[in-house]
């Protein structure tokens, strides 16, 4: 906890480390009241750092230190001083063993950073400052050491020892307790240790290399656990299969492992050998995963494999460069997933995450470069910003350098950088290096935070038959940063006739062959196109696949986005125009008298959309989707909640009278008959299904009803039964919702993931979500306050998804999202700093909700004893 100010770490006073650890000799013995950690280090001078014989500096955190030995010879106490959060030796020769004795208390480790239990098992996590609340060392990422691990624990509790690397010895010890000793052959910064100790089963698969090497692959998980293996041990061979195939890049330890464990403050994690992950992230079986979490474990098992190489092989140098890996691996575990399924809807969710979430990011007040410059806080900038700009980021360096270049880029910088700690900096001249390209300007986008601004403008001039468009950019200002300089932007584009052809883009009169896309290359603040050989004025498709994360302003016609929204060959800028038109649609009725017609063309577009069966049904369910609330507060100016969401369900209901008999027969055209599988067809149809489902329920249908109840009691699946339980709790059937809430949690009270399910479908949902109910939540046998899962289920869902429950007019959802901020902090600073975010974005909203909001973050602020995660988080968002 903050006893004074905390110190900002900015990345301008970055040195080399004064000391290097080669290898890192670790014992753990493991108790039901503590644990006992030696460690002896092999430390020697950097010869490339100039502070010569300095005093040896190792971080610390709540660590009791038992005894400091200086090759072999215990130090006396002036020898050392522990500082608590350093432990400093003061004079140390050029090389030399340290052995230090730590104690800790997993038992009572609710930060969940570190060593610390999770249902009776030991767990760590490392990254990114965890490994000096475990033993005193130089916890930055530039020092990489071999790791040897020996690890003691009771034989019947915890028959499973495991850490990074390959097993070497075990053994049995006296009083019923045994050992297993791993070792690392890798040098890894200790970020990427682990250590898990447990009564665990094991699932074992193997999987043959491009090399043709035999790796061992195995789960780890809770006895109940052990048929919910199969959908990530699958997930990891083809994640192996496709790195190698389009990556080049081999699996280099003999084994590999993952282990889920309930209580984890993110998705998973990386470690060496040794993948650690939220059973939410991993876990899943047709009657307890939806499609979505099925999806989403692929990619999260992916991401996780993919470290290896981008992230462990070559990592970060310090944590500014934290989107070196993230962003990286992002963009290829996104490859990936677009590759198992669909590309266009792949792309569609990653488009909807950046403009809805990340584009909100970057406007509010802790706004970042995807290379920061400063931080308090490291574990504050886990951002999607870092994750999915950074991504963007790499993939429009691939944009620009066409796929065969960037494997190129992607290969060189595998090649020179191995077994090192590099920058995003060193990342990029990889690619500039492998392709002869200049990226200096694109390096702003690591360096510029702001979301650009693209301002389109046309013209057609009939007698040269000439289009001319205009592309202006601009980028907002941020906290710290102002007069921004253009950045390299790939802005791909295409053009079409008045029957929806594609144009051939011919940008000089006498052009042969031009192709009918291009991807546009933005340096200026303002460029001028010309289109040549055009008989009429083109009706342009910009940004498709949201080529760049930037937003687009042109002054499209409804006209022009119902045809973009039928004829753009582009699948993605299809769902783009209807998204923007759905947009322009409810903007014109907020605030608006409840009789103010509704357009009637948005009827048309959608009934085809519902009815021709002849359409990618993938692409149909996802442009069903109505632009979320959280989007049209994004792109509100000053936000009203409840009007925005009254236009919106306005505009729901309107689609769902009119569409009844077409959503009746679209339910009953996806009914599935086959076995459950998550192909992109199965998914399609089951989204459309619930979607129609939804519709039907949001205006009352009787026989909607039914078919909900049916669907519910008959799903064979979590998907249709979480489908028919979400449209029945979001419904007005008030004693149909009460009994299947209950039927459900009686079927699965006793599968946590279920639970978390059960809890969110209800403090989600504006009908279902008033706050009384979901303090009651919190008070419910299920819910426990050391459980991130189950606090993110209950109160994220409540602040970050029912805004209408959230933002009401008495300010009561804001203070209770601050009295449980407050009440987190002290159980896990990391969660409560990421649960206070809503609260943060306090300047977009209309006046009567700002202030309130204002007040309830300072009544953050003031409490006592604020860890420095949420004192950043809050004090960031107050300034000024
Ligand atoms: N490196 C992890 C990932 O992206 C992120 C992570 C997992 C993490 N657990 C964490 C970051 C705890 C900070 C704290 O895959
Ligand atoms: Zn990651």
Not at 454 to 469: K, N, P, Q
Not at 570 to 595: C, H, M, T, Y
Not at 852 to 864: G, H, I, N, P, Y
Request: with cysteine; glycine share 4%; net charge negative.
């Amino acid at each position: 906890m903050r006893t004074n100010q905390p110190q900002t770490i900015y990345l301008s006073e970055y040195r080399v480390p004064a000391y290097l650890v080669d290898n890192v000799d670790l014992r753990f013995e493991l108790f039901e009241d503590g644990a006992r950690v030696h460690s002896t280090l092999a430390i020697r001078r950097n010869p490339e750092s100039d502070a010569g014989a300095a005093p040896l500096e190792l971080d610390g955190d709540s660590l009791v230190l038992e005894s400091v030995a200086l090759n072999g010879e215990v130090l006396a106490d002036d020898a050392f001083e522990d500082r608590g959060d350093r432990l400093i030796v003061n004079s140390v020769p050029e090389q030399f063993k340290l052995s230090v004795v730590t104690w800790i208390e997993p038992q009572n480790n609710t930060r969940l950073e570190g060593l610390y239990k999770s249902s009776g098992m030991f767990c760590t996590q490392c990254e990114a400052e965890g490994f000096r609340c475990i033993t005193f060392f130089p916890d930055r990422p530039d020092v990489m050491a071999r790791f040897r691990t020996r690890v003691e624990a009771d034989k019947t509790a915890y028959p499973v020892l495991l850490s990074n690397g390959n097993p070497v010895e075990s053994g049995d010890l006296d009083n019923d307790r045994h050992f297993v000793t791993w070792e690392d052959p890798f040098p890894k910064p200790c970020y990427l240790f682990a250590l898990v100790a447990g009564d665990l089963v094991e699932k074992r698969d193997t999987f043959t290399t491009c090399s043709g090497r035999d790796i061992d692959l195995r789960m780890y998980v809770e006895p109940r656990n052990a048929d919910k293996c199969a959908h990530a041990m699958d997930s990891l061979k083809r994640s192996m299969r496709w790195d190698e195939d389009v990556y080049g890049r081999e699996y280099d330890l003999d084994i590999f492992m993952i282990v889920a464990v309930d209580d984890f403050n993110m998705g998973a994690m990386e470690n060496k050998g040794l993948n650690i992950f939220n059973s939410s992230c991993v876990l899943a079986s047709k009657e307890t995963a939806t499609d979505v979490a099925f999806q989403r474990i692929e990619a999260i098992v992916a991401h996780e494999y993919f470290h290896n190489w981008s992230g462990n092989r070559v990592t970060c140098r310090d944590w500014f460069q934290l989107s070196l890996k993230e962003g990286f691996t992002v963009l290829r575990d996104a490859q990936f997933s677009a590759d198992m399924g669909s590309d266009t809807v792949k792309r569609i969710e990653d488009a909807t995450l950046m403009r809805t979430a990340q584009f909100a990011e970057d406007a509010g007040p802790m706004s970042h470069p995807v290379r920061p410059s400063s931080y308090i806080e490291i574990s504050n900038f886990y951002t999607l910003t870092i994750y999915e700009k950074g991504a963007e980021v790499v993939r429009m360096i691939r944009t620009l350098l066409g796929e065969d270049l960037f494997r190129k880029g992607s290969d060189l910088y595998f090649e020179r950088h191995d077994g090192q700690a590099v920058t995003t900096d060193d990342f990029v001249k990889a690619m500039e290096d492998a392709s002869g390209r200049d990226l200096s300007q694109f390096r702003l986008w690591y360096e510029q935070a702001g979301t650009p601004v693209l301002d389109v403008a046309d013209e057609f001039d009939a007698e040269r038959g000439v289009y001319r468009l205009t592309v202006r950019q601009s980028i907002p200002d941020t906290p710290g940063q102002t007069d921004k300089q253009p950045q390299h932007t790939p802005f791909a584009l295409g053009l079409l006739d008045e029957h929806g052809k594609a144009l051939p883009l011919r940008l000089s009169a006498n052009e042969q062959d031009a192709p009918v896309e291009r991807v546009l290359e933005l340096t200026d603040e303002s460029h001028v196109f010309e289109f040549h050989g055009l008989a009429q004025k083109p009706t342009p498709s910009l940004l498709r696949h949201f080529s760049a994360p930037v937003r687009v302003h042109y002054p499209w016609t409804r006209e022009q986005l119902l045809f973009l929204m039928s004829h753009d060959p582009d699948g993605f800028n299809r769902w783009d125009a209807g998204q923007r038109l759905a947009v322009d649609v409810i903007q014109s009725l907020v605030g608006e008298p409840k009789d103010t017609p509704l357009d009637s063309r948005l009827v048309t577009a959608y009934r085809h959309l519902v009815t021709d069966s002849s359409l990618d049904q993938a692409l149909v369910a996802k442009m069903l989707q109505l632009p979320s609330e959280a989007y049209l507060i994004e792109l509100a100016r000053e936000a009203d909640v409840p009007a925005i969401h009254a236009a919106r369900e306005r505009v729901l209901k309107h689609l769902a009278i009119a569409l009844r008999d077409d959503l009746v027969a679209c339910y009953r055209r996806n009914a599935s008959g086959e076995d459950y599988a998550v192909t992109p067809e199965q998914v399609a149809r089951r989204s459309l299904r619930n979607t129609a489902l939804a519709w039907l329920l949001v205006i009352n249908d009787e026989e909607g009803r039914e078919l909900a109840l049916r669907q519910y009691r008959e799903a064979d699946n979590m998907t249709d039964r979480m489908g028919a339980l979400r449209a029945l709790v979001n419904s007005d059937y008030e004693s149909d919702r009460e009994q299947v809430l209950d039927d459900f949690y009686q079927r699965f009270q006793t599968d946590p993931q279920v639970v978390e399910q059960w809890l969110s479908v209800q403090a989600s949902s504006p009908v279902a979500g008033q706050l009384p109910k979901v303090r009651a939540l919190l008070e419910h046998e299920a819910f426990d306050w050391r459980n991130p899962n189950k606090v993110r289920s209950v109160i994220g869902a409540f602040a970050g998804q029912n805004l209408p429950g959230f933002h009401a007019v008495d300010g009561s959802g804001y203070d209770f999202l601050a009295e449980q901020v407050c009440r987190l902090d002290d159980i896990n600073p990391q969660i409560a700093a990421r649960l206070v975010t809503p609260l943060t974005r306090w300047k977009k909203f209309a006046p009567a909700y700002r202030s309130q909001m204002k007040s309830a973050l300072e009544q953050v602020r003031d409490k006592s004893g604020l860890s420095k995660d949420v004192y950043e988080v809050v004090h960031k968002s107050l300034a000024d």
